[in-house]
């Protein structure tokens, strides 16, 4: 009887509270194997167990068919050929892809060893550059230098020459100008008689230039106290930019313009007795 009771416990005071026994276990374990693999009734689930089947079945069904239409669009595409010949087709484009390949490596190796040397002579290029430069920049340095030392100089001399050589004559000296004044207010002496000292008239001289390439194509008039018997005037040219020597003297024809100023105002007094006459 107790071998009974705890085979047939159902775990309840009926059977002293005992631990369900093996009958109880094994009924509870049909119950839900028969609900695990309960088929589904209307809009009610099935089991577990048939529902993972019926899933699958349904995911077997709809891979089956999607293979069928692969292999149909596959014929198609395939036509006449042979998927062998196609296969062997692969193959053969994959080993001339595997040396293509391998000799696109071999060129990327070289165009890395290629750029490694140009960057290497760039440097040296650069640095080759710098140095030139700096060789250059220091001649010019040194011979700036030498050209600073020698303005210097040069005005010195310069400055020695007008000091001592091109000393300008006093007004109305001989060599002094005696151009007539320009009425611009400057309340200039106007030219007369006493323009020039004693013994000496002004005069022009004409000294003629070059113009662009062409000589002696015009002219300048300097107008010049000098002795009234003189035909020529030593003219000499200005004295150029940095000249450190004055310029040689040149021979010009000289006239005095005394008599002419003298005649002009004999002419102007014969017009204007006329003028009273009339």
């Known amino acids: 009887m107790a071998d009974y009771n705890e085979y047939a416990s159902d775990g309840t005071a009926t059977f002293n509270n005992l631990a369900k026994g093996e009958f109880t276990l094994a009924a509870e374990e049909l119950v839900a194997a028969d609900a695990a693999v309960k088929a589904a009734v209307g809009n009610v689930a099935g089991g577990a167990l048939w529902e993972a089947r019926n899933t699958a079945n349904t995911a077997w069904t709809n891979a089956k068919a999607a293979a069928t239409a692969k292999d149909t669009a596959l014929s198609t595409a395939l036509g006449t050929a042979s998927l062998t010949t196609l296969r062997a087709k692969v193959v053969s484009d994959t080993a001339a892809w595997t040396t293509q390949n391998t000799a696109l490596g071999t060129a990327n190796d070289e165009v890395t060893a290629a750029e490694t040397a140009l960057a290497t002579a760039q440097g040296l290029l650069d640095a080759a550059v710098l140095a030139c ?10 011979a700036l230098e030498a050209l600073m030392v020698q303005r210097a100089t040069d005005l010195q001399k310069i400055k020695t020459l007008l000091e ?25 002496p106007k030219r007369g008689e006493m323009t020039c000292a004693e013994g000496l008239c002004c005069g022009a001289a004409r000294v003629w230039t070059t113009s662009g390439t062409t000589a002696d194509s015009a002219w300048l008039t300097v107008e010049t106290c000098q002795t009234a018997t003189d035909t020529s005037y030593s003219y000499v ?21 005394e008599g002419a100023k003298k005649l002009a105002a004999a002419a102007s ?8 006459l009339a």
Do not use: H, W
Request: proline share 8%.
């Open 269 to 276: 007094a014969v017009a204007a007795a006329v003028y009273m």
């Open 133 to 142: 430069q700096l060789k250059a920049y220091d001649a010019y340095r040194e």
């Open 164 to 188: 001592t050589e091109m000393i300008k004559p006093a007004p109305g000296t001989k060599g002094a100008r005696c151009e007539k004044a320009l009425s611009n207010g400057t309340f200039r």
């Open 237 to 257: 040219p200005p004295r150029k930019p940095m000249q450190t020597t004055a310029s040689a003297a040149e021979s010009v024809n000289f006239t005095c313009i």
